[in-house]
């Protein structure tokens, strides 16, 4: 089966750094994505992984270990307005439907 | 540019109604796919299109859901004798090509079902 697991909260504290974990077991893969959703909005694209290593954007980072099946996602220099929900999702095969986990609800205190 | 549309924003349905939920997805954009997602939950894939063609379908709770892109552009979602458990947000997302291309995200229906 399918499966995408990570951690359903996280508090981190303003000006700090944040490590979201994300593991998976698919029977595909093709890619792991990152995407912030704040309440009530649309998803929004922050991330994408498809070889091992590290990609840095911005206060943003992804890591992925294929061999692991296992992602992070590296926030830093954190800001209130990060305060989000992310969310880790695969595609998993070619035709690009992206399988989601629950999410992490982020929230950033002063 | 115009991102991704969807319409109503919110829906009230009285089970057993029907309804239609709209994309209009980035122009260009050759795949389109369906999500519901239910409250405090990620996003579960329904369907996926490429241009006018339905490719994939398993994620369809039910034969009371039927999607539909019959010009490749535009696509409506229609739910059948709504129940209860539909109750969520049905998200639209496009994506120029497939597999690896980021999929841009409308901003979602939120049907509840009473």
């Known amino acids: 089966g399918q499966n995408i697991d990570q951690p359903t909260e996280m508090t981190a504290t303003e000006g700090a750094i944040v490590q979201i974990n994300c593991t998976y077991q698919t029977s595909g893969f093709n890619g792991l994505f990152w995407y912030q959703q704040h309440a009530g909005e649309a998803p929004t694209f922050l991330s994408y992984?498809?070889?091992?290593g590290l990609e840095e954007k911005g206060r943003f980072s992804s890591f992925l270990s294929r061999s692991k099946g296992y992602s992070y996602l590296l926030l830093k220099e954190l800001q209130m307005k990060d305060s989000a929900s992310y969310l880790c999702a695969v595609s998993a095969w070619e035709g690009g439907k992206l399988i989601f986990g629950q999410g992490t609800e982020l929230s950033v205190k002063p | 540019g115009a991102g991704v549309s969807q319409s109503p924003r919110y829906k009230v349905a009285k089970r057993g109604q029907d309804v239609a939920l709209r994309c209009d997805p980035i122009?260009?954009?050759?795949?389109l796919f369906w999500y519901q997602q239910a409250l405090g939950q990620g996003p579960e894939f329904l369907t996926y299109f490429q241009n006018e063609a339905q490719l994939d379908k398993s994620g369809l709770p039910s034969d009371r859901f039927f999607a539909e892109r019959p010009e490749g552009s535009v696509s409506t979602l229609k739910i059948q004798r709504t129940q209860q458990e539909d109750s969520a947000v049905y998200l639209c997302?496009?994506?120029?090509?497939?597999?690896?291309?980021?999929?841009?995200f409308g901003p979602g229906t939120r049907l509840t079902v009473t």
């Open positions: 122009s260009g954009h050759v795949s």
């Open positions: 992984n498809v070889l091992d």
């Open positions: 997302a496009s994506s120029f090509q497939t597999a690896s291309y980021e999929q841009y």
